[in-house]
């Protein structure tokens, strides 16, 4: 079984500019279904992966790095209103 840290990488990995995923599809995409949570700990202390790109469910950013994900999410062109991605549907 691969190690949960590089099976996420290696999803976050794969997205491109204007991707937007939720934390529980990058869960479920590297072999981890329901461990959404886990997904969200990990990119606490991992900047070596486009983290910008991972949302809630509901399109919400993530608590206390809303400015800083909301300036990268459109710089790729993404839709941000009020901390949340517009139009959001994982």
Known sequence: MK???AAVTEVLR????????SYGEVAAEAGFPGAARAVGNLLKDLDTVPWWRVVTT???LAPGHE????ERLRSEGVRVVAGRVARFDP
Do not use: H, I, L, S
């Not at 794969?14 to 995923?21: F, N």
């Not at 400015?67 to 909301?70: H, Y």
């Open 3 to 5: 190690d949960f840290a």
């Open 14 to 21: 794969a997205t491109g500019p204007g991707d937007v995923v």
């Open 58 to 60: 509901t399109g919400r």
């Open 67 to 70: 400015r800083e994900q909301g």
